[in-house]
């Protein structure tokens, strides 16, 4: 059965970094385009960032554009994000998620099959 796990989440103060994992078993996520998403009190579950299965396209938000990173790693079957100058409002639960082979629907949650269970990020002012 296929299972995400994520780690790297924590509390920080605003302008500082955090680096999210996301490791993957029971299957291989080689031929999917995977991605994060983050949920936040009183909000819709809403699209950080995706990257396809090759890691040659990568989709951002505009609220993180510039700021976050996302990359992977096909042969260790982890997907990451890396988080600089974070703000009060990226205080969310962050999700690692992945779609079926070869699926392109970036940044739609419906379109994500497999999801971790979150992990909670949190930055004070």
């Known amino acids: 059965q296929a299972q995400l796990v994520e780690s790297g989440g924590g509390l920080v103060q605003s302008g500082g970094s955090l680096s999210l994992s996301c490791v993957a078993s029971g299957r291989t996520f080689g031929s999917s385009t995977m991605g994060w998403f983050r949920h936040a009190p009183y909000k819709e579950r809403e699209f950080v960032a995706a990257i396809s299965w090759t890691a040659g396209r990568r989709y951002y938000a505009d609220s993180v554009k510039g700021r976050f990173t996302i990359s992977r790693d096909n042969a260790k079957n982890t997907l990451s994000l890396q988080m600089n100058n974070l703000e009060p409002e990226d205080t969310a639960l962050y999700y690692c998620?992945?779609?079926?082979?070869?699926?392109?629907?970036?940044?739609?949650?419906?379109?994500?099959?497999?999801w971790g269970q979150g992990i909670q990020v949190t930055v004070s002012s």
């Open positions: 998620a992945a779609q079926g082979p070869y699926g392109t629907d970036w940044s739609n949650r419906y379109a994500y099959t497999y």
